[in-house]
Structure formats: structure tokens, C-alpha cells
């Protein structure tokens, strides 16, 4: 009988033992590989991943052949569900294995559904600045904006060697290449030994090279394009776009690359010509177009209204991380002042809001910055879930741990 | 007779060792005409973000830097030959201000030789005064110039890049530091007559403003007060810039602790704080001391306390209650006694004397009570729960071990119990000795781990877990030990063994998972995400993924006493990966607790566990109970 031998092998303690062991390795390998990928890169390898085809460690290529964490949650849970269902016993002695049983169907649910469902965004902000959105950590959108009228595109979309023809965009979109990572320099015009990258705008003044991405978790990667678009009437060459021009803070760290070589005057100038937008026209319309992280509106707004980092007396050593933000929200007539620091999240119009990074104290005073903040935000649907889970394998262990101790004190008293 | 002796036996050893402990104890009280150093180390300082006694700065600094909390003046003395040895109190008071002295004592320990051969350090060599291990500041400071340039390239290197030569010159020169900071922090560092010097910065203050202020009005200007005003501004500077400990406490004008560097550079500013009776006090002691006058430094002592009474209560009844702990070194003295109990349990195990075996579980018990005590104590002082870095989870798992240990021994009184509760206890506060030489073990908690309430789940729950895998583990070696070298593993003791490993194991789940899953749940409260594959996350999910694996096996039939043995082994090998081996890999979110040295350790640890697995796994007939029983 085929049907009695799959379901004997989907129930067996013995495919539960053999995904257990092969769980153990692979998040043994999956931690060794992050001293060499990375956290990202390691869970993207090993973590995420179906099946895992050779390793990276300290340095060295190993052939390696693992089911990946899908695979192998994918597995555990139907493991888990068949048994339950096939051994489903309610008794006073089994309740605490069911109930554990349960609660870690219910994690493993949860965290397959916090993987699909949940972003994270960031939300950065200065004292006295205010927001309405958040954007992304990791994607990135090519914005065109004429007007008021704006079209985005995830850079998702843009493959080199790719064509892209929007409706609302009187010319077509070619991606030439596209980099994860990159690095600028000023083309200073003495030393001008290869010509510029693209035809126009910034790549003029500045040539961008193509970088290794990053494994440290506190670093990130700074992505360049190179497009080219074509109007009906021809073509008017290829651009450079670059987070290295969109974003402020990253400007500005060129522009003080630059301070000790060349003088702040000269730096101030390198630095704005980076961040001189862009444009291309069209029938007799500009269109201004930039490479900026993706955005999520929200129906609130959140001002920064005070950034506040304290550290231990005498020392470096942080002791709170604290913002003062006000919401405002039209719709529901709501205008109200709340702090968020560490361990003490936002909960706010479905998303959450979280101390993730400040600029504030001291340094930044000495520096002469305006203080400011970055909130990590993440909407997570299934957040209760871990919750959940954690209290019925509590729960149940507790229950079958206390069941075995009693009969174990009783047995030993009587004898 | 022997009935009363075998009665007795137990109490009165206990009492003995009791007595022992009083005596060698006892805190030490000041002689009448000589310096009141022990009166000095409870001044309450600022030091590492928080209120330390002066003998706590003293004893962590000198660990730092000697690795012993007290100092050996003449090292190249064999012990029998009684070398003089002063605490560290009397060495830090002689550093802060009496620096012509305390320069040429050998209070730095150099182990690396190639850096004794680069610093040009002397071998060992007892006519010449020297060890081949401890050095002078003096010493190091001829050829300072080297050191330099070798440290800074070495700073150039990565951490985990280093050679263990470069990390013994990175060590050096954080040693250095702190020794610069603690010359600097009551006056200015060889300054041969501070409190001359002091009065004549007072006596300069006025003309030294007028000269600058007309200076800079481009006034003519007195050019002498001016150079001398500047001259100590930047000397000013430089002890200020150090960022040595916080000596000066707060005054109606000032509010919070403050540097005397700091202190010094304000007092001649608009609107500083001017110098004031406690600046004073501290350079009278100074000078008392350079001066070689116990009576003048007792009563400047006197006079400054007096001054604190008032407004520092709060920060004097914790500095005193905090130097009482140093003095009575409770995990050393819970450490020494615990050697002692698990002695007497093995012993008990070969001649089966209930007498051996009750005197070993009272002791246990003896070492339990002081560790609990000092455990209570250290959160009391800290206003914490017990685990607040690596250093309290090595004492909270031995006491959690050792209390699973005692729970065993009531039940089955086989002395097994007593010497898990022994084995554990000591190892892990041998392990916590180590770590405390890495400085302050109470120190301030950095902002995203400074909330009680995870500390007292989270924390105590995933510890809790180590604990309890390592004695299933530690039952396990005793097993295995037993079975392979002796003939005392009869049936009956295997089978209790494994019962207690699989109850262990349980328990061992229990804490472990859901200590874990409340890590997740602080990470969702703190960043968002309830799991994100951090290396200690990954650590404490092996523990429950293999605990899980144990479980099952034996569930299952696939394993049975011996598999659950060795299974059990490997729980050992997991727990230690957990607790100290990612935070070798140096990433992620936990990797607060590197110590290089740590590794060699971990690595023996495992070889000598797999050893032990490897030994579980020979034929019976070669085990010598199983022999014997057949």
C-alpha cells in the first residue's frame, strides 16, 4: 500500500530526527559562513534558500550538498502536522506534547508568513524635519517627475540590457548596466585618462565604479545605473543615475573626502555638482529623474521633534537613544506628541516604529550637525505569532515536564 | 563510638571550614600610625559610567594590567622566601599620587617574549631583581618609542587578523593606558610637589586671565603669566584628554562628578567652578603621601570624607558596601570549597562511605550558601538580575548547575549529584575568574540591553538552559568515566544515571526553548524582527534543536542508556559553542564577549569531549563495570 507507506514516512519520529539533525547543521554552517558572507548574504544562502549547494568558509570553497531552511521547515511542518493528526490523542498524559507540538506548527507558520509578508522599511529624519513616508533599506526606484506627475520604477525591473517602454514616459528606457554597489570619484580635469562613463549630466564630472557588495551589517550598498533613452526623434545619449547623488548624507560625505586634498570651497563645489539634478526633455517637457530608495506613503505624517542620545557619565558608553515625534494624522484628526527609544517601539496605523540609529549628543554637536534619527519601520501581519507559539510550547512543555516530575516524586516518596 | 563519629563527621567539618573561611576573611583594619589604605578604597569614585569604591578601581585595574588583584613587590622571590606583597589599594593610592614610587614597582605582567625582547625587557634573573614576567613602568618606558611605532601599526590590523604577538602588544598598550589614566587622576602625572603646584595655579588664576585677556584685547600683557596660564592649560589638557576616572564629586557649583583635569581647566574660565575644598583634600593627600606622613594623609582623608557625608551618603554606604564583596571574595572562597566537596564525593564512591558522601554534600551546601549570597549580593549592588554579561553568566550557571546538582543528590543519594554540583561549580567560576580579568564586572549596560524585565526572562531563562544542558552533559562524563575506568558502575547507578540525564535533558528543553523564543521576542520589540540569524541566536537554537534531537532519538527507540550518554556529551560540546564560540566569530549583535584566549580553551574543551563520546562508543567488553558485571 503506497498511501499507508508515505503517510508512515511523513509521520515517522525518524524523518523528525533526520530533519532535526540535518536543522543543527545547517544552522552550524549557516553561522560559520557569516564570519565570510555576511548576515545577509549568509541567509540568503543558507536560510532562505530550498537547497544549499556548496559553502564558503574562512576563506575556502567546500562542495557541500544541504536542504536549505525552506526546504527543511517545509518538511518539519508537514512532519508535524501529519503526526499531529495521525497520533492525535487527548489525554491528560500526551495534552503537554500536543499543546508543543502545536505551538511549534503555529512558529513555523508564522515565521513562513512573516518571511513573505513583512517589510522593513526606515524612516530618517533630522530635528524639526517631517515625513510622511518611509523607504527602503534594499530597494531602490528609478523616479521621473514632470510636474507633479510622477512615475516610479522598481529597479527591480532594470536589467541591463533590458528595454523599457512606460505609458506615461514619452521615451523608452534602456539599462545598460546595473550595479548593486558602487564607488565615485571626482574626475578631476588633469588627470582625465579614459573618457566619462555616459554622455551626459554627472557622469561628466565624476566617474562611478562598480564595487563588491557588502557583508558587514552595518554597511550598505550604493547602487548605480547607467541608462540610456531614446525619444522618438533619436536619441540623446546615456546618463549615470546613483544613490551617490540622491542622497544628502552621501554627498556630504564626499564633499568631506574631499576638504583635506582640495579646500571646503572647492569640495562645497564638487559636492553640488553631484547633487545637481538630472533632466532630460521631451516635447518641449522636462522630466527630472533620480535613483532613490523605494517609498511607502503613509496617510500620517511623523516630525522629528527631539533627538536625544545619552551615554553612562564620563564615558562612550550609550546609555538611551530617544526620539520625539509628533503624529499627525488629517484623517483622523489625530495630533500628538510620543517618544520612542530603545525597547519602547511606536505602534502606529499598522506599522511599527522602532529606535534603529541617531546622530545626536555630543558628537554630533561637536561636529556641528543637526541632530537626527533613523526609525526602522515594519509592518509584520503575522507579529502575534511568535507570541503565540512561545506560550503554547511553554505552556505544554511545562505541563509534561511537571506531569513527569510529580509521577517521578510520588514514585520515589512510595518507595 | 563510631556511630557519633560518623554522625558528627559532616557538621563539624563544615564548621571547621567555616572557621577557616572567618579567619582568612576577616577584613583587615588600618594600623593606627600608618597610611589608612583600606579606609582610602572606600572614597567613592566615578569610574566605567557608574559609582566604584576606590578599592573596586584598584583591584579591577590592577587585574587588568597584572592579572592578580594584588601586587608582588619583589616577584623574583620564591613564595617560601616571603616576597612582599601590598593590596591594591596601596598600589593605586602610590600610582594616583606618589607616581616616583609606584613607577619602579613591577606591576605589569609580560608573558609574550617577544615583546619582552622588543621592549628590551631583563630575563629572569633573581640577582638582577627581575622575574622574566613582571615589569615596571620605568621599565617599559626606556624604550616607549618602539612600543609606539610597533602599536601603531598593529592598530592598523584588523582584531581577528593578529598574530598572537600583535595581541599581546595591543594589550600592552591598553595596559599602558590605563596606567597613564590612573597617573593622571588626582594631579598631574610626576608632578614632584602637587600641592605647591596647585597653590601656585591658584595663586597665578587672576594674573593669568588679566595677561590673556589683555592679549587678546591686543593690550600690552605680562608675557610670564601669560606662558605660565598657557603652560598649564595644555598640561591641563592632556590629564583631562586621558579621560581617566571621575574624582571630584558634585559641589553646589558643579552637578555632576567631574575629572580633576577637567576641574582644573574650568576653574579659570567666566563662569567655572573655582577650586574647591575636595581639589584640595585630594592634593593634600598627595602631598602627605609623596612626603612619606601617614598622619597628614589620615586626616586629609578625614577631612575630605567628612566633606562627602553631607551630600554623598547614597554613593559612600555603596562604595563601603561594595568593598565589603571585594573583601570577601565570595566565588573564590565558593570556588576553593567546592574542590573540596567533590574530592570527598568521588572518594565516596570507591569505599561507599555514607559518611564521605554526607560530609561532601555538606559542604556542597556550604559553597551553595556563599555562591547564592554573592549572587544576591552582586544584584543587589548592580540593581539587576543575576546574568548581565559573560562574567555573571558564568557564575549564574554554576549556580544553577549546582542546584540541580543538590535536587539530584536528595533524591538519590549516590553522591552523583554532589559532585556535578562540585564539577560544575568550580569550572565555571574558574571560568568567570578569567573573564573578570577583562576589567569591571559591573559595568553599565548599553541602551538596547538596559530593561530589567528581558535581563530577568530572556536572560535567566536561555542561562538556565546552558546550566542544565551541561550537567545532562556532566552526568554523562561521570558515566562514561566510571564505566570505562572503574567497576563501580553496577546496573543500578547506570540506570539512575540515565534516568537523570533524560529528566535533565527535559528540563534542559524547557528552559532552553523558551528562552530562546523570548530572545526573539525582545529582538521584535527592540528592532522588528523577532528572528534574524545572529550567531547567539543561531547558538541558543542548536541547544534546543539538539535537546529536541536527544528526545526524540530516545522517544523513538533509536537510542537507549549508552546513545543518551553520548548524546548527552554532545550537548557539552553545543552549549560551550553557544555561550563562547560565536562570539568568537566576532559578528553580529552579541559579539560583546571576545577574548582570544578563550579560544584555545574552547577548542581543548571539544577535543576533550569528543574524546569522552569516542570512549562511550567502545565496546562494552572493553568498558571495565561491564566487564565486571558480566
Known amino acids: ?415 | 563510638m563510631k556511630k557519633t563519629f560518623q554522625k558528627w563527621l559532616p557538621p563539624v567539618l563544615t564548621a571547621i571550614v567555616i572557621g577557616i573561611l572567618l579567619w582568612a576573611n576577616w577584613p583587615t583594619k588600618d594600623k593606627d600610625n600608618d597610611f589608612a589604605f583600606t579606609e582610602f578604597g572606600q572614597l567613592p569614585v566615578t569610574a566605567n559610567g557608574r559609582i566604584v569604591p576606590l578599592d573596586s578601581l584598584a583591584r579591577n585595574s590592577l587585574l587588568a594590567i597584572r592579572e592578580k588583584q594584588t601586587l608582588n613587590l619583589e616577584p623574583w622571590k620564591g613564595w617560601n622566601e616571603n616576597p612582599k606583597i601590598i593590596p591594591a589599594t596601596e598600589w593605586l593610592a602610590n600610582v594616583m599620587m606618589n607616581s616616583s614610587v609606584a613607577d619602579d614597582w613591577p606591576c605589569f605582567r609580560v608573558d609574550n617574549p617577544d615583546l619582552i625582547s622588543l621592549l628590551k625587557l631583563p630575563d629572569k634573573d633573581a640577582a638582577k631583581h627581575s622575574d622574566g614576567k613582571h615589569y615596571s613602568w620605568n621599565q617599559i618606558a626606556a624604550n616607549i618609542d618602539t612600543f609606539t611605532n610597533e602599536n601603531n601599526r598593529v592598530e592598523a590590523i584588523e582584531a581577528a587578523n593578529r598574530t598572537a604577538y600583535e595581541n599581546a602588544v595591543a594589550k600592552m598598550h591598553e595596559r599602558l593606558v590605563l596606567y597613564a589614566q590612573l597617573k593622571n587622576t588626582v594631579q598631574l602625572e610626576n608632578s614632584p610637589d602637587w600641592p605647591a603646584e596647585l597653590a601656585a595655579y591658584e595663586k597665578l588664576i587672576p594674573d593669568g586671565i588679566a595677561a590673556v585677556n589683555a592679549q587678546q584685547a591686543g593690550q600690552k600683557f605680562n608675557q610670564t603669566n601669560f606662558d605660565s596660564l598657557v603652560a598649564y592649560i595644555s598640561a591641563f589638557q592632556y590629564m583631562a584628554n586621558l579621560e581617566p576616572p571621575l574624582i571630584l564629586p558634585p559641589t553646589d557649583g558643579a552637578r555632576e562628578w567631574r575629572r580633576m583635569g577637567d576641574a582644573l581647566l574650568d576653574a579659570p574660565r567666566p563662569n567655572g567652578v573655582p577650586i574647591d575644598d575636595s581639589i584640595h583634600d585630594w592634593a593634600k593627600m598627595a602631598g602627605a603621601l609623596t612626603a612619606n606622613q601617614p598622619d597628614a594623609f589620615n586626616s586629609a582623608l578625614k577631612d575630605y570624607y567628612s566633606t562627602l557625608v553631607p551630600t554623598q551618603s547614597k554613593a559612600l554606604a555603596k562604595a563601603r558596601a561594595e568593598v565589603f564583596f571585594n573583601q570577601m571574595e565570595p566565588f573564590y572562597n565558593a570556588m576553593v570549597i567546592y574542590v573540596f566537596a567533590g574530592l570527598l564525593a568521588i572518594f565516596s564512591w570507591f569505599n561507599l562511605s555514607e559518611t564521605l558522601r554526607r560530609s561532601a554534600v555538606w559542604l556542597v551546601w556550604l559553597a551553595f550558601v556563599i555562591h547564592t549570597t554573592g549572587l544576591i549580593y552582586r544584584m543587589v549592588l548592580e540593581g539587576r538580575p543575576p546574568v548581565t554579561n559573560l562574567y555573571s553568566s558564568a557564575i549564574f550557571i554554576g549556580w544553577g548547575a549546582c542546584l540541580l546538582g543538590i535536587i539530584l543528590e536528595k533524591f538519590y543519594k549516590n553522591g552523583i549529584g554532589a559532585v556535578v554540583s562540585a564539577g560544575i561549580g568550580f569550572i565555571t567560576l574558574i571560568i568567570a575568574h578569567n573573564l573578570a580579568l577583562t576589567g569591571d564586572t559591573m559595568e553599565m549596560m548599553r541602551a538596547v540591553l538596559d530593561t530589567n524585565f528581558w535581563l530577568a526572562t530572556h536572560v535567566v531563562a536561555v542561562t538556565t538552559g546552558y546550566a542544565s544542558t551541561f550537567v545532562a552533559g556532566f552526568l554523562a562524563l561521570i558515566y562514561i568515566v566510571r564505566g570505562v575506568f572503574t567497576k563501580t558502575l553496577d546496573e543500578a547507578t547506570g540506570k539512575s544515571l540515565a534516568r537523570m540525564i533524560y529528566g535533565i535533558v527535559c528540563f534542559a528543553t524547557l528552559f532552553s526553548f523558551v528562552g530562546t523564543v523570548l530572545g526573539g521576542i525582545w529582538a521584535d520589540q527592540s528592532w522588528g524582527r523577532f528572528w534574524g540569524w545572529d550567531p547567539k541566536e543561531n547558538g541558543a537554537l542548536i541547544i534546543v534543536l539538539w535537546n529536541a534531537l536527544i528526545l526524540h532519538l530516545r522517544w523513538g527507540g533509536m537510542i537507549r542508556e549508552r546513545g543518551l550518554v553520548v548524546c548527552a556529551i554532545g550537548g557539552n560540546i553545543v552549549t560551550s559553542w553557544s555561550w563562547f564560540g560565536v562570539n568568537m566569530l566576532g559578528i553580529g549583535l552579541h559579539s560583546y564577549g571576545f577574548t582570544d584566549a578563550a579560544f584555545k580553551w574552547l577548542l581543548l574543551f571539544v577535543v576533550s569531549q569528543l574524546a569522552f563520546i569516542a570512549l562511550g562508543l567502545l565496546p562494552f567488553k572493553w568498558w571495565k563495570s561491564f566487564s565486571a558485571r558480566a
Open chain 1, 1 to 415: 500500500m503506497p498511501i499507508k507507506k508515505i503517510v508512515s514516512v511523513f509521520t515517522s519520529l525518524k524523518l523528525t530526527v533526520t530533519l532535526l539533525a540535518f536543522s543543527i547543521v545547517l544552522v552550524f554552517v549557516g553561522t560559520l559562513a557569516q564570519a565570510d558572507e555576511g548576515l545577509y548574504g549568509a541567509q540568503a544562502h543558507y536560510f532562505k534558500q530550498w537547497i544549499v549547494i556548496g559553502a564558503d568558509l574562512f576563506g575556502h570553497k567546500i562542495p557541500l550538498l544541504l536542504p536549505g531552511g525552506y526546504l527543511l521547515g517545509v518538511l518539519l511542518l508537514v512532519n508535524l502536522v501529519c503526526a499531529h493528526i495521525y497520533r492525535f490523542q487527548l489525554t491528560t498524559k500526551k495534552i503537554g506534547i500536543q499543546l508543543t507540538h502545536a505551538g511549534v506548527i503555529v512558529l513555523l507558520v508564522g515565521q513562513l508568513a512573516t518571511d513573505m509578508l513583512a517589510r522593513e522599511m526606515q524612516m530618517h529624519f533630522s530635528e524639526g524635519e517631517t515625513k510622511a513616508y518611509s523607504e527602503s533599506a534594499t530597494d531602490y526606484e528609478l523616479i521621473f517627475a514632470n510636474g507633479d506627475q510622477v512615475t516610479a520604477i522598481p529597479s527591480k525591473l532594470l536589467k541591463p540590457g533590458d528595454e523599457l517602454k512606460i505609458d506615461s514616459l514619452p521615451f523608452a528606457i534602456r539599462v545598460k548596466s546595473f550595479w548593486k554597489n558602487s564607488d565615485v570619484s571626482f574626475r578631476a580635469p588633469m588627470t582625465q585618462n579614459a573618457p566619462p562613463i555616459a554622455s551626459n549630466g554627472v557622469a561628466l564630472d565624476f566617474d562611478f565604479m562598480q564595487k563588491p557588495d557588502v557583508k558587514k551589517m552595518d554597511e550598505r550598498n550604493i547602487p548605480t545605473a547607467i541608462i540610456e533613452l531614446t525619444r522618438t526623434n533619436g536619441s540623446p545619449g546615456d546618463w549615470v543615475i546613483s544613490e551617490w547623488t540622491g542622497d544628502a548624507s552621501l554627498v556630504e560625505a564626499v564633499q568631506n573626502s574631499y576638504v583635506d586634498q582640495i579646500g571646503a570651497t572647492m569640495a562645497h563645489t564638487i559636492a553640488s555638482k553631484l547633487a545637481a539634478p538630472q533632466a532630460i526633455e521631451s516635447n518641449g517637457q522636462e522630466y527630472t529623474f533620480v535613483l532613490r530608495p523605494a517609498r511607502i506613503y503613509h496617510p500620517f505624517s511623523l516630525t522629528l521633534l527631539k533627538a536625544t542620545h545619552t551615554v553612562y557619565p564620563g564615558t562612550d558608553i550609550p546609555k538611551d537613544f530617544r526620539s520625539r515625534v509628533r503624529i499627525d494624522n488629517p484623517q483622523a484628526g489625530e495630533r500628538r506628541e510620543v517618544e520612542i527609544s530603545m525597547n519602547h517601539p511606536l505602534r502606529y496605523g499598522g506599522y511599527t516604529f522602532y529606535q534603529y540609529q541617531m546622530d545626536a549628543g555630543q558628537m554630533a554637536e561637536q561636529a556641528g550637525r543637526v541632530p537626527s534619527s533613523v526609525l526602522s519601520v515594519v509592518r509584520n501581519p503575522s507579529w502575534l505569532t511568535p507570541y503565540i507559539g512561545c506560550g503554547m510550547v511553554g505552556a505544554g512543555l511545562l505541563t509534561q515536564f511537571m506531569f513527569h516530575l510529580v509521577g517521578f516524586v510520588s514514585k520515589r516518596k512510595s518507595k
